[in-house]
């Protein structure tokens, strides 16, 4: 087999059209064999992190901005006329395809990966699923996820190291007193 090539599987992914494109692209990384797998993911995570980092980060404040607009003119006919810019700017189908990557991730990686995608499988458990659906909710998700990593995720609990060798005898009966 070919060696896998993660930036061209990125590239792959961030042109899929919709989320269960990318559910389609991780089952190759699934495929592999279990040594060829963990060098792939690993991989794909640094390069979507590293995307994420200095693309989606970087505009936190912008969101935060244009969510909190929105709000402000929750139920008026203002608020239907800011989503419909929002949602032309930007499809919802566009931040469920980053959602399915990080989830994706988690699901090979599980506690072993990023803080970042730790955060997202997090945040997208807690989004209700009409939210999913929709562009602002998918702008949420992103900033809920940014509020989480400022918050730090809790640790993967470390694994139990295995007991080496035989057990000592057990002592019957209570201390001697002499």
Same mark, same amino acid.
């Given at each position: ?22 559910? &389609?692209?991780?089952s ?5 064999k ?20 200095s ?5 936190i ?19 239907a ?6 949602n032309? !700017?930007?499809? +919802? ?5 980053? &959602?399915?990557?990080? &989830?994706?991730i ?14 997202? +499988? ?12 929709t &562009?602002l909710?998918?702008?949420k998700?992103? !900033?809920?996820?940014?509020a ?15 007991i ?15």
């Amino acid at each position: 087999m070919t060696d896998f090539d993660a930036s061209s599987f990125v590239r792959r992914i961030q042109r899929a059209e919709k989320a269960a494109d990318v559910d &389609t692209a991780f089952s190759e990384i699934t495929a592999l064999k279990p040594a060829e797998q963990k060098k792939a993911i690993d991989a794909v995570e640094t390069l979507c992190v590293s995307h994420w980092q200095s693309n989606a980060a970087a505009g936190i404040g912008m969101l935060k901005s244009v969510v909190a607009d929105i709000d402000a003119v929750k139920g008026t006919p203002r608020e239907a006329f800011m989503v419909a810019q929002l949602n032309s !700017m930007m499809p +919802a189908e566009e931040g469920k395809i980053m &959602t399915a990557a990080f &989830t994706n991730i988690h699901k090979i990686k599980g506690d072993k990966s990023a803080p970042l995608v730790r955060a997202y +499988a997090q945040e997208v458990a807690k989004l209700p699923a009409a939210d999913f659906d929709t &562009t602002l909710g998918q702008l949420k998700l992103v !900033m809920s996820v940014d509020a989480a990593l400022q918050a730090g995720l809790p640790e993967a609990a470390p694994a139990k190291k295995p007991i080496k060798g035989p057990r000592p005898p057990r002592r019957r009966g209570g201390p001697k007193h002499h």
